[in-house]
């Protein structure tokens, strides 16, 4: 996981993590694994998720970046040498502490945002990191976020490769506000067969598409998505225009 989680820098931006950069990372988060493994020990001794909290916020001054974070704030490298991170920046950060220190933690994916979520013999506390750590319940994300009730992907336990496709979704969204369409199209395709419920995925795919002309492949991008959330918002409006589109200028 943490290997995967320094080398989305590389899938943003061949060239930005050069070993020497790589290196100083992976010294930086040794260092905080350390100061952690003594923050926690001995295991069995309170509460000891609240600990990694108290060092990560209180004590080695991580901050949450909420307003339009950029792209960096996303990356491992970069959380840990800014010491700030977006929402998924953040537990980033927690999944690498969570792989090095042998503690079970998860990702765990909401419309628009993402957060851990600790497992283990005491099992099931989500970990808001915009919240320095804060126990929610799944009901706070419900009803913020707006969680459809038929999901099958949000509020449950992501493998480490699914979090990673969360992450490269973000990477594409960056690729598509650039204009390099062609390239989003390929990693929205690779988050898609990671995530086939994410229906966000489906729909950039879709709008990816259609601006390339390539309007049978995003009416089914699309209607990949109406099937995982019929109710995403600005999905109706997009299939509308592409039908519109399609019908002013039929495909040959």
């Not at 994916?109 to 808001?128: D, K, T, Y």
């Not at 989003?184 to 898609?192: C, M």
Request: hydrophobic share 45%; net charge positive.
């Amino acid at each position: 996981m943490t290997a995967a989680l320094l080398g989305l820098a590389e899938e943003r931006a061949p060239g930005s993590l050069p070993p020497r950069a790589r290196a100083a990372a992976e010294a930086r988060l040794a260092r905080l694994v350390a100061r952690a493994e003594r923050a926690l020990a001995p295991r069995d001794r309170g509460d000891a998720l609240g600990r990694l909290n108290r060092l990560v916020f209180a004590e080695a001054g991580f901050r949450r970046v909420v307003e339009a974070p950029p792209p960096e704030a996303m990356l491992l490298a970069s959380v840990l040498e800014r010491r700030q991170g977006s929402c998924l920046g953040l537990s980033g950060l927690y999944l690498a502490l969570g792989e090095q220190l042998e503690l079970a933690l998860a990702g765990v994916l909401v419309p628009g945002h993402f957060f851990v979520r600790s497992g283990g013999a005491g099992g099931g506390r989500n970990v808001e990191l915009l919240r320095r750590g804060e126990r929610m319940p799944d009901s706070w994300y419900r009803e913020k976020y707006g969680v459809p009730a038929e999901s099958s992907l949000y509020l449950r336990d992501l493998t480490p490769a699914q979090s990673i496709a969360v992450f490269r979704y973000n990477l594409a969204n960056e690729l598509r506000d650039k204009g390099r369409h062609e390239r989003a199209i390929a990693v929205y395709r690779k988050v898609a067969r990671a995530l086939p419920g994410f229906a966000e995925a489906w729909a950039n795919l879709g709008h990816c598409l259609q601006r390339l002309g390539r309007l049978a492949e995003a009416r089914e991008a699309y209607h990949r998505a109406r099937a995982a959330h019929p109710d995403l918002p600005g999905l109706s409006e997009n299939l509308e225009a592409l039908e519109k589109e399609a019908a002013a200028a039929p495909e040959r």
